[in-house]
């Protein structure tokens, strides 16, 4: 492991040895649907609360991933989770049926590409052999939470993004055998605060968090966009995603054909009506695993950087005048070698 | 590093460079007092809200671990920390004047385990040479958001703990140089549920994960309790500290006198009225910094366990008729060696 600047670069890259990705119902009418390795119609999930649901959720989504990764339980040293629910709660109630030492974690919208970065620290620098990374968000859970109960009606300004309802997992080995997608960097952000008070404005206040850490990354390993056959972000969506290339244009960064957003990928806006784009620590996930993780393996892409954004405030925070800080964290995958 | 079980023991341990603690007013009259860097009469520390102040609190304690450390910002690679409000939103509001890599990690009242076990594993495996971890928690936010504001006068049952008003912090740098106390070992611990489905007895929740890393602990590497000065959890009061010692009596663990309780440690629960004892996030990570590593530094103490329970549940998930799940993580510090 060498660092340059903010940039952690694994010598010898873990490896993502598997993935899986479980949606609702609108991500079921939704372009990645097909990537899906599983998608609930009925968004309780038979299950009394949407809270109940969305551990429910991530309780598929760890299954699925050990049957395709073939491993057991056992077998795995970590687990990093969290999500939207206040005091993350649904992956602390999956992680009541999964009997394996469990670290929260807490990132908003950026927690997937946080419990990856992370994972590939602790894998690369020996604290652990295999590492299960899982976030979730579920749209009903988090409506309530953030902004008003779905009884109630609310409108929706054009700004407002759609929470996912999804969860998406990697499991992350030590050292990426022949075959396997490779986690070769990652950076951590750091908390920048534009002054956005809107909550139904998340892609604003987050684009400069994205922007910093994608600056830092650039500089760093002096590298560029071009270098890269996506940068993908989670979740700016079309404001967050304009305001991010003015401001990457500004330090003289064309992101050019290469910025994807997961918010703007995971639905179809014009025929979805889902605002701004999604988001969701649930939609980058989601998107990671039924999107970008395939891709690299298939050889489609080589090379991609995900930046997943948090707003890090609460409803408390946003009554009483405050702004929303953000963060932005990155990992670069790179494809199979033989 | 190796690992052995579920703990990960460091070959050449990360040093504790330095630690700071920073409390309020109860803090300041209780038995620890003299320990604490700074202690505040006033609990709103000047702000408009609690929330901020707790905010408040974690900066003087950042500032003041940057200066007892000699250390600035730009010597560090990350920053660890979490807290009790929802979104974990003390602290990220804290690192908006904090311009460091920031990663968010929720725990509970585990939290000041979970990050240094985080940056032990981090730095000892080279992925970075200083990690700033960083908790707290505050009495007037926590009752707000987890019990009821506090104009209400609401009546405490006898099992309640008393959440703590302090912010404790550490910097964990990659080898530890001479004279420094050493993190030697972490274990992540894994998610039980008793059936506990009261919020205002958080100790007899917490116990059984306790046990169980505690448990598993010494098993993986073969010692006792009687092989350390000292056994603190952080925090299971009066209620969780009794059941702690006979779930580990059940499985052949003496605990004897080395255990000691972080929450009954920083109160008189006599003359202080603090029910089952101390609690919060804040409460174990300002008794490590004013009270255990001072005394390993001093070699008054050799070698210690800190097991940090958490209750991952929400007022929510409570209301919704659900229990709470617990978890608790393990650090071992030694004192330093010449």
New interface residues.
């Given amino acids: 492991?060498t660092?340059v600047g903010?940039t952690?670069r694994f010598a010898c890259p873990p490896g993502v040895e598997a993935w899986a990705a479980v949606g609702g119902k609108k991500e079921a009418d939704g372009p990645l649907a097909a990537g899906f390795d599983l998608l609930f119609t009925d968004n309780r999930l038979g299950e009394?609360?949407w809270?109940?649901a969305e551990s429910t959720l991530q309780r598929h989504c760890a299954e699925l991933l050990l049957q395709k990764a073939d491993v057991t339980l056992p077998q795995i040293?970590?687990a990093l989770g969290?999500d939207?629910?206040?005091?993350?709660?649904a992956t602390?109630?999956t992680?009541?049926g999964?009997?394996?030492?469990?670290?929260?974690?807490?990132?908003?919208c950026s927690t997937m590409a946080?419990t990856l970065?992370?994972a590939g620290?602790?894998t690369?620098?020996?604290?652990?052999?295999r590492v299960l990374a899982m976030t979730s968000s579920h749209f009903c859970a988090a409506e309530r939470?953030f902004r008003t109960p779905l009884n109630y009606g609310g409108k929706r300004t054009p700004t407002a993004q759609w929470t996912a309802t999804g969860a998406g997992a990697c499991l992350v080995s030590g050292r990426a055998r022949p075959g396997q997608v490779r986690l070769t960097a990652a950076?951590?952000?750091?908390?920048?605060?534009p002054s956005v008070k809107d909550g139904t404005n998340m892609g604003g206040a987050m684009a400069p968090a994205a922007a910093e850490t994608l600056y830092r990354f650039f500089l760093d390993n002096r590298c560029a966009p071009a270098d890269y056959d996506g940068v993908y972000t989670g979740d700016l969506g079309i404001v967050g995603s304009e305001l991010l290339a003015r401001l990457l244009e500004g330090e003289g960064v064309d992101l050019a054909d290469r910025h994807r957003d997961c918010g703007l990928l995971l639905y179809d806006r014009e025929t979805q009506q889902t605002g701004a784009g999604g988001s969701g620590a649930g939609c980058a996930a989601s998107v990671l695993a039924a999107h970008i993780l395939p891709a690299l393996q298939t050889g489609k892409m080589r090379r991609v950087l995900l930046v997943c954004t948090g707003a890090?405030?609460?409803?408390?925070?946003l009554l009483?005048g405050?702004s929303i800080?953000c963060?932005a964290?990155l990992v670069e995958l790179t494809a199979p070698v033989d």
């Fill in positions: 492991m660092r903010d952690v009394e609360t809270e109940q040293d970590l969290g939207l629910q206040s005091q993350c709660t602390a109630y992680f009541r999964l009997d394996v030492p469990f670290a929260g974690v807490y990132g908003a946080e970065a992370l620290c602790l690369a620098g020996g604290a652990a052999r939470q950076a951590f952000g750091r908390v920048r605060d890090l405030m609460s409803t408390t925070t009483q405050e800080p963060v964290h």
